[in-house]
Structure formats: structure tokens, C-alpha cells
């Protein structure tokens, strides 16, 4: 049972009424008050501008640095009563001001950081009130403290790179009507299922991590109202601290992807942390692999097609997975992958914005360096091992072990008795593209080879996704039938690893295992009286199937269905708040005359 943590949410904030009108606030971009010239002249002007900040300014900056210490003091707890996507705002915002504060202390802070930043915040609100409109609320009076709190400093920063100021007290006003707005919560026992509406199956793995079964919720008896489904129970006392208990909650309640493994509730039982998933019709992929000795290269193409398409939504989410690897990988006939396990995700800042940050890319490689590492060790990268600066570079690396892996059949550094050995191997980054009789195409080989790159800041998406995209690797590939699920291609490996029912419907076979007897049984678990908010979460199509089975209603696998998610396009250079920008007035110079701003 989580311990330690505080319960008591300090954050509350009065807000007085709105002075402005903030219809512009959402289509600002259609108007541009600055050229894309002039934020051009200005990014050169940064270097000047920031050695002017610092001699001209120390207040400034000494203010800034105390009132963040403190924002962040107060704000970056874990709080048992949030939800997971509460949780995800106020990691997302204190990561993003954290960003600031440290740029303020190396003396590297420029205008471009605090814009795209708040920018970046103002989407993600937008984001929420669509997703979790109290979740929003909640960053939308962080966001506001955090464009007070950052005025003053952005003003000057802008100003000295010669470009008008953004009014970011008039901005931060824009988002009083989402602070006060009277949110009805719904109970958090309307979020939970009865554990005794789900019936097992069979199980599907067991070990010292818990225990995942195939169940089936709803009628036991009338095949029209159940639904299959995942049922994974992780014993409470595998996670004592609550910030890494809800890390995959968040991630399930956030992600909404065709190749991404669909989180339907997550909640708490007498002995476990419980999360019912989707019932994914196929196997690991590390046993596909196994099974036929390495798959082809078309096989490989379409499976990375897919990988790196969930891997960019993710990304874009600021989720980093951290053990991308074959058996993290359900893949179905024809190919269709789904990743699974989000354990071990860190939570960083993703980009929610329809423009393109230069500080989300420059984040790829060196977003943290707190000497953490998680995962597999064979698909490390080499900054992992040597403790250095990471992002989510680090992903795109194990992709490169993973499609070596898939092809080859084996892994391209090896050693299973010495770490240390392994870790040398891995630092060199030594390893063959041709093994016996098995040689890929001269595009598999630099796919490969890109991804695996030790000069972290030139490996293969460092720069930008569309790299992944853009590789010959995928040449003639159709990115948006791919997403649509209508590419598929014959793989003996899976097919050999399931069974074709007498309903038509596919079934994984189940591997000739004995899980023994010392793992925690669905059948045992009893209801818990303690449910805790961080801990849970329900889709809106677990939901509906959950009013269909109390109605005694008939119900099926499309019930579970959730709206689409809109992704972000990406597609515009504006400055969203190019209607709030003015010159601040200065003083005339000894000879009458008045400096432009």
C-alpha cells in the first residue's frame, strides 16, 4: 500500500472577473501580429539579448528563480485525491517550469523558451477540456500563476531580442472562465466494476510481478452479455511509492492509439493494483521471432512501421517507454502490433501544440539527467550505461536493437553471464550486419544502423519524427493506410502461434507452462473500501459496457470503443498569441528622443 505521500492539496485560487474577451485566444494563429521575419532576425539576437537580461536585470532574474523555487515547492507533490490525467498536468507543468528555472541558472534562457513552453501548456488545457474538463481546470490555474509568475522575465527577454512584448497578464485572463467553472465530479464508486462481474478464462502469465488472466466481464452464462477482456493484478506491495504505482494509469488514461494497448479501468482490490485492458488476440513478439528463426524484411517493415507510429504518439504525450523490446509487443495475424507494459514510462513534456517547438526536438536527446535507468539491459543505448544525459533518443535506439533482433533472430549484443562485459559491447557499439547466410538490403542495414547510432544527437529522430518517416527503409509504404489497420501481411511465426476457433475468432495458443501455484488468484480478491483516486481511472467505452451489463443489456467488443483522439497536426509556424503582443513604453533618452521598443 502506497505510504508517505501527501493528501492535502494546499492549490487554490481566487480569480477575479474577467476584464477581456478571449474569443481571439483560440484562433489567434489565422492573425499574426509578428512575422515570421522578424522571430527569425529575433532567434539571432538571443545571445545578445541574454547578456543584456543579466546585466541590466539581476533583480529580474533573481525574482523569477525565487518565485519558481517556490511554485515548485508548492506544487510538485503527489496527491492521493487526483486523478491520473491530474497527476499528468501537474507533472507536465512543474517539468515545463523546472525547464525555465534550469535555462535560468546556466544563463541559456531565451524568449523562444518561455513562449514555446506556455504555448505548448495552453494546448495541452485545450487538450483536457475536451479529455478531463476538471483536469483542465486544474492546469488552467497553474498555467496562469505560471504566466504571471514568467511575465516580467519574458517581457525584458522579448524586448532585447527586438520583438514586441506578449501581455501575458491580459493571456493568463483567457483562462478564468475554464478556472471558474463549476465542475460536477462523479463519484469514484461509479468508476470502479464489481471484481465479482469478471469471470477467468484462463491465465495468461504469472510471476513476482502478479498475475494476468483472460476474463471475461459481464454474463458468465449468456454469450451476448460479456465482452473478453485483460485482467493483470500487481500486488500492492510492489509499488510503496505512489508517483511509480500510477505511472501506467496515466499512460492508459492519456494514450489512444491503434497500435497502443487500450487501458479500460484501472482501480484497487483487497490484495492488488487491478487494470482490465483489451483482450489482444495474439502473442508476444519475441515468441513470433523465436518461432521462425527471424522474420523477413517485409514482415519487419510493416511490424517498426507500426512500432514507430505508437512510439511518436507516445512521444507527443511526453511518455518515454524505456523497454521497447520483442516480448513488449502483442503482435496479431497479419502482422498487426499493439505495445504493451507501461511500468517503467518516465513522464516528460510532450508537444500538444498544432506548430512545431524547437524545444520539443531539442529535447530528443537531453531532457533529463538524473542518473535513472529502467528497461532491459541488452537495449540500452550507451548514454544510458555511462549515466549521462537522456531523452527519448533512447527509445529510438531500442527500436534499432528491436528490428536487429526481429531480423537476425537474435540480439546484437550478447553476453548473459557478465553485465559488465555486456555493457562494454554496448558502449562500442560494435556489432554485425551479417550473420551466416542472413544478409538485409543495403536500406535495412542503414535503418538499422541510423537508429543505432552512438552519437546520440545524430541518431535516426533526434532531429524530428519525420526522419523515421521519410527513411528509404519505407519507401512506397502508405503512413495513413497503416494507421487505418488496412496494411497486413502473412507472417508464419504468429500464425503457427494461433488458433482459428469454431466462431471464426482468433486465439493465441497458450504456451506449455506451469505458473505454479503462488500467484494472486481473481477469484480471491475482494472489494476494497479503500479506493484512491490516483489509482483509478475508466474509458467512456468500459463505461457504456458497464451501464449495459446492470441494464442486462446485450453488449460486444465494439461497446468498447472510445471517441477518436484528435492528434496534432503540426502544420503552422504562428505564434498563438500574436493578438497580445505590444511595445512597453520607455523612457526618452537624454536628447528628447524615444527608444523603439
Not at 67 to 89: G, M, Q, Y
Not at 366 to 387: H, Q
Request: charged share 25%; glycine share 4%.
Amino acid at each position: 500500500m502506497p505510504h508517505s505521500v501527501e493528501t492535502e492539496d494546499k492549490t487554490s485560487e481566487s480569480s477575479r472577473d474577467i476584464r477581456i474577451e478571449s474569443k481571439d485566444i483560440r484562433a489567434v494563429s489565422k492573425h499574426p501580429s509578428v512575422s515570421m521575419f522578424q522571430e527569425i532576425k529575433a532567434l539571432g539576437n538571443r545571445r545578445r539579448a541574454l547578456k543584456k537580461l543579466f546585466r541590466s536585470n539581476p533583480k529580474t532574474v533573481e525574482n523569477t528563480i525565487v518565485n519558481i523555487e517556490t511554485f515548485l515547492r508548492d506544487s510538485r507533490k503527489v496527491r492521493l485525491h487526483r486523478s491520473p490525467r491530474h497527476h499528468w498536468a501537474m507533472e507536465v507543468s512543474c517539468l515545463t517550469l523546472f525547464e525555465v528555472y534550469l535555462k535560468l541558472k546556466k544563463k541559456s534562457v531565451t524568449f523562444e523558451h518561455v513562449r514555446e513552453n506556455l504555448e505548448n501548456m495552453y494546448a495541452l488545457v485545450d487538450f483536457l477540456d475536451v479529455e478531463s474538463p476538471s483536469a483542465a481546470q486544474y492546469l488552467a490555474r497553474q498555467l496562469k500563476r505560471m504566466m504571471i509568475l514568467l511575465a516580467d522575465l519574458s517581457s525584458k527577454l522579448e524586448h532585447y531580442a527586438g520583438l514586441k512584448a506578449t501581455k501575458w497578464t491580459m493571456v493568463a485572463e483567457t483562462l478564468t472562465p475554464i478556472i471558474e467553472r463549476q465542475e460536477h465530479d462523479t463519484s469514484l464508486a461509479d468508476s470502479i466494476p464489481s471484481i465479482k462481474d469478471f469471470s477467468v478464462s484462463r491465465i495468461l502469465g504469472a510471476g513476482g510481478f502478479g498475475a494476468v488472466y483472460k476474463a471475461r466481464y459481464g454474463s458468465e452464462t449468456d454469450l451476448r452479455r460479456g465482452v473478453f477482456c485483460t485482467v493483470k493484478l500487481v500486488p500492492r506491495a510492489m509499488f510503496e511509492v505512489a508517483k511509480h504505482a500510477c505511472v501506467d494509469k496515466v499512460v492508459g488514461s492519456c494514450s489512444r492509439h491503434p497500435f497502443i494497448a487500450r487501458y479500460f479501468s484501472t482501480f484497487l482490490s483487497s490484495q492488488a493494483f487491478v487494470t482490465v485492458q483489451e483482450y489482444i488476440r495474439g502473442v508476444d513478439l519475441s515468441r513470433a521471432v523465436k518461432r521462425q528463426k527471424g522474420l523477413k524484411e517485409e514482415q519487419v517493415r510493416l511490424i517498426m512501421a507500426q512500432v514507430g507510429l505508437a512510439l511518436n504518439h507516445m512521444h507527443l504525450k511526453g511518455f518515454i517507454h524505456r523497454d521497447i523490446k520483442p516480448s513488449n509487443m502483442m503482435v496479431m495475424p497479419g502482422c498487426v502490433v499493439k505495445l504493451i507494459d507501461f511500468d517503467t514510462i518516465k513522464i516528460g513534456i510532450g508537444c500538444f501544440t498544432q506548430k512545431k517547438l524547437n524545444t520539443y526536438n531539442a529535447r530528443t536527446y537531453c531532457e533529463f539527467n538524473d542518473r535513472e535507468s529502467a528497461g532491459t539491459l541488452p537495449y540500452f543505448p550507451p548514454e544510458v550505461i555511462k549515466v549521462q544525459y537522456y531523452g527519448r533518443a533512447l527509445d529510438w535506439w531500442a527500436v534499432g536493437v528491436t528490428t536487429y533482433q526481429c531480423f537476425f533472430g537474435k540480439l546484437p549484443f550478447r553476453n548473459e553471464k557478465d553485465d559488465e562485459d555486456l555493457k562494454r559491447k554496448i558502449i562500442e557499439c560494435k556489432y554485425q550486419l551479417e550473420l551466416n547466410d542472413i544478409r538485409p538490403s543495403s536500406v535495412l542495414r542503414d535503418f538499422i544502423t541510423q537508429l543505432m547510432t552512438k552519437k546520440v544527437s545524430m541518431r535516426l529522430c533526434s532531429k524530428s519524427f519525420s526522419e523515421y518517416l521519410n527513411h528509404d527503409f519505407f519507401a512506397g509504404i502508405s503512413w495513413s493506410q497503416i494507421e487505418r489497420g488496412q496494411v497486413t501481411l502473412p507472417c508464419q511465426g504468429i500464425d503457427s502461434l494461433c488458433q482459428v476457433q469454431n466462431s471464426g475468432v482468433c486465439s493465441p495458443i497458450p504456451p506449455d507452462k506451469d505458473f505454479g501455484d503462488e500467484y494472486l488468484k481473481l477469484s480471491e480478491q475482494k472489494e476494497s473500501k479503500d479506493q484512491i483516486e490516483l489509482f483509478t481511472y475508466l474509458s467512456p467505452g468500459f463505461r457504456n459496457v458497464m451501464q449495459k451489463h446492470h441494464r442486462r443489456q446485450p453488449m460486444n467488443e465494439g461497446d468498447l470503443e472510445d471517441p477518436p483522439e484528435a492528434q496534432p497536426k503540426q502544420t503552422t509556424r504562428r505564434y498563438r498569441f500574436g493578438n497580445y503582443l505590444y511595445r512597453p513604453k520607455t523612457r526618452k533618452s537624454k536628447r528628447g528622443t524615444a527608444r523603439n521598443a
